[in-house]
């Protein structure tokens, strides 16, 4: 029994630049009871925000392109309460009950407002060592774009895109989800083998579809879909270095009249610092679909969020030390790593030509991206990462062969070339690994 703190009070403040915008920041202020109503009961709250801006160097200044806000709270009983019985579970398992709930707030801004307020329900415990489960018999989401922050020419993108107009919608989402987690990496002594399997499923409208049937009206929108979610890693260690494997996404299929897609808090996407790193954020996909009124753009600050209901990827690292300072509290190692994945819409839809999921385009369909980075371990606390990468194949769309260069090395490789490496090359910059 050691004594601790009733109270922890954190605060965390992150300045940040990307791919997609100049300078980011962001604050969040963090307060823990640990021993509430003196049942060892553990009270969570924060409160959030940040900001993201782009220099326009036309009119040489800033503008804000995204800002975001939020207060969320929850409260975790050491125990699992109603309507599961003491008698019916072992305090050897760690049984939690979490209760969640949150108000967040997405500007974007000139084009919409997204607000989010969601809570759950969550039961926790271990099955062994090794394996873990969480099962949510309850959560909703209520989405709301207030019409007065939607912008009339977001808005004309909306009444001309299908899946945008059923993606970015107000709605309410009332559902359940389970999830397994294993991993024997805790277990694992120096130089074996480990992995991580984490595989999820999500509901959402059944009985949303039962109530509005003995009530008709009682809520608006309400979004119906299945989700399967999955993450395999495999990590092969030797005595200076570790390949790493990982398998990763998912499927949602959304259905009833209410679904024609998942709604935008729940699609998938690709690109960034923890997944396609030859690719920005969100811009790439669904499937091989082509943007033909962004051809020969260079500003990639545009909104784009391409999103999918369906997820594959696949990425590799070999992971290798380089050499360590001030007797290993500085340790500095490298990666080489390849990326390989996409996302497509679960139904076709006339605005994403080939953008929908089909076998016998899945070769075509997937891009593959590579490069190498650096990552600095300091004293065990974080790690520091930059990776740099580049675009090794490209999405094949059959419409447009003469007018894009597709498939392998879709630009060819001219490292020494300043203008070849500004289009092609992405540097990453981010904390932690990315998996």
Known sequence: ???????????????????????????????????IAKGANLLSTSISGSIENQFDTLQDKFFILTRSFGVNASLEFPKFLLPISRENYSIRNSPRTEIAVGANMLDRV?????????????????????????VSPIFFNDISLPKAYIDSNF???????????????ETFIEG?????????????????????????VEEAGALMSGIVALRPGIVGHYSQYIKL??????????????????????????????????????QYFVGGPFSMRGWRIRTLGPGSFIDTSKLGESNTNSFIDLTGDIKIELNAEYRFEIFKLFGGML????????????????????????GEFQFNRLY????????????????????????????????????????????????????????????????????????
């Open 1 to 35: 029994m050691t004594p601790a703190d009733n109270y922890n009070f954190h605060t965390n403040w992150e300045a940040s630049t990307g791919t997609t915008y100049t300078l980011g920041s962001g604050l969040t202020i963090g307060l823990q009871h640990k021993n």
């Open 110 to 134: 000139k084009f919409f407002r997204l607000i989010n307020v969601s809570s759950r329900f969550t039961y926790k415990w271990n099955e062994t060592s090794t394996k873990s489960w969480e």
């Open 155 to 169: 808005q004309k993108r909306l009444d001309t895109n299908d899946f945008l107009r059923n993606s970015y919608r």
């Open 176 to 200: 359940e989800n389970i999830a397994w987690t294993f991993s024997n990496a805790q277990k694992a002594k120096w130089y074996d083998d480990y992995s991580y399997v984490r595989l999820g």
């Open 229 to 266: 979610d999955y993450d395999l890693r495999h990590f092969i260690v030797q005595r200076h270095s570790t390949t790493a494997l990982r398998l990763y996404g998912g499927v949602g299929i959304p259905y009833g009249p209410n679904s024609i897609t998942l709604p935008y808090l729940k």
């Open 331 to 354: 340790l500095f190692n490298g990666a080489l790593f390849g990326d390989a994945g996409n996302i497509w819409l679960a139904r076709k839809s006339s605005s994403y030509k080939y």
């Open 364 to 435: 075509n369909d997937m891009a593959v991206s590579g490069g190498m980075g650096v990552r600095i371990d300091i004293a065990g606390l974080f790690v520091f990462r930059t990776d740099l990468a580049m675009p090794l194949k490209t999405p094949e769309n059959p419409d447009y062969d003469s007018i894009l260069s597709q498939g392998w090395l879709p630009n060819g490789f001219e490292p020494l070339n300043g203008h070849w490496r500004k289009k092609n090359f992405v540097l990453n910059i981010a904390i932690g690994y990315p998996f």
